[in-house]
Structures are given as C-alpha cells and as structure tokens.
C-alpha cells in the first residue's frame, strides 16, 4: 500500500510543456492500463484529468496528455495555462484498489 | 447530471465513532464500485476503502483496517463509512468517488471534514 512516486513540484512559463512523472512498481503502474491522472485545486474536490495511461474524460482539453513505460508513468500539460496551476496526483490500480502518488504541485510561472 | 453529496462530518472526541453518508444520483449507483478517499490538512489524497457495486466485496487501508466499515444500499442510492475507534490521524476531508473502471474515479463528492480532537 506504498504511494506512487511524484516529484514535489514542477513550473512552467505560460504556453510552454510542463511534464510529471509517477514511479511505482510491476505490481501496479507496471501491471496495468488502470493509471489515472487527477487535477485538484486548492479547497476542491479532485477531477479526472486522464485515465487509462492517455484516455481523457468528456470536457478535458487535449493539452492533458498520459503515457507509460514500464513502471513510470507520465501526464504532460502542453500550451500552459494560469488555470493550470494546481496539485496533480497519479494513480494505479494495483489489484483490488487503486493507490495514489505523493502528488506535485504545478506553477505556472 | 452526476451528484454526490457527503454528510455525516464534524467533530469527534478521539475513541469515538462516526458515520459519514454520500448520497448519489443522476447515475445507476448499483452498477459502480466507490471509493472513500480522504486528505488530511495540507497532505495528499489517500485511499481510505472500496466497495464492489454489488457489495461483495470490500477492501480496505491497513490503518483503518478492524475500525472502519464501508456499505452501501442500493435502493437509497447512498454509500456509507462508519468510522470507529477514531485517531487524531484520521482528521481529514473525507471525499466519496465513483468508480467507473478498476480505480478510476470519475465523480466525486465536495468532501466532509471530520476532525478527531479531545
């Protein structure tokens, strides 16, 4: 039940790319299609952003991008944007339930 | 469209037990699994439990293991956690989320705060 592996923080200037990265193991990332990406705003509830490795729900703008490889998993946000600004977590499935990561905070510089 | 509204949070006296319900609609609640997913001040999200669509199967974190309990009656369309033996670590928003696919959470509710504190 340990989290995914996230970096604390990560920035970018407006319309530039900004990407995360999520570490986890073969037992969740690296066994499964189930990665998800959620975005939260300060005092919000969490939004799925990306599900899937690189599906995205109705609504989400294809700036948000996932990939995979192995046991690390990806979300880039591309043409950045002020309301971009905010925590994003990773998540797997890992057989029963879904684990997060520690989570990364994204400034838009 | 797809709500989900917690109730049930608030203050609790460490040792004490309480029960916090999601109430959903604008969906079919007995086809989809949920989640309880909380976050404690200033940290990050964290599964709490997870029940099957069908109830038939949960699962739960090991700190909350014996203490927590997830249900769910379909015919409400309401989830539950009854939370007992409460820690001064188990102080967080508490969120309820759909499951539409092994752990992916599309909908979530707006959250309910339970503070344990003497």
């Known amino acids: 039940q340990s989290a995914l592996t996230q970096p604390p923080s990560a920035s970018g200037s407006p319309g530039q790319s900004v990407t995360i990265s999520c570490t986890g193991t073969s037992s969740d990332v690296g066994g499964y299609i189930y990665v998800s990406w959620y975005q939260q705003h300060p005092g919000k509830a969490p939004k799925l952003m990306v599900y899937?490795?690189?599906k995205r729900p109705s609504g989400v703008p294809d700036r948000f991008s996932g990939s995979k490889s192995g046991n690390t998993a990806s979300l880039t946000v591309s043409g950045l944007q002020a309301e971009d600004e905010a925590d994003y977590y990773c998540?797997?499935?890992?057989?029963?339930?879904?684990?997060f990561g520690t989570g990364t905070r994204v400034t838009v510089l | 469209q797809v709500q989900l509204v917690e109730s049930g949070g608030g203050v609790v006296q460490p040792g004490r037990s309480l029960r916090l319900a999601c109430a959903a609609s604008g969906f079919t609640f007995s086809a989809h699994g949920f989640y309880w997913v909380r976050q404690a001040p200033g940290k990050g999200l964290e599964w709490v439990a997870v029940i099957w669509y069908d109830g038939s199967k949960e699962y739960y974190r090991d700190s909350v293991k014996g203490r927590f309990t997830v249900s769910r009656d379909n015919s409400e369309s309401t989830l539950y956690l009854q939370m007992n033996s409460l820690r001064v670590e188990d102080t967080a928003v508490y969120y309820c989320?759909?499951?539409?696919?092994?752990?992916?959470?599309?909908?979530w509710g707006q959250g309910a705060l339970v503070t344990v504190s003497s």
């Open positions: 899937e490795v690189n």
């Open positions: 989320a759909r499951d539409i696919s092994r752990g992916v959470l599309l909908n």
């Open positions: 998540s797997s499935y890992a057989g029963g339930n879904s684990v």
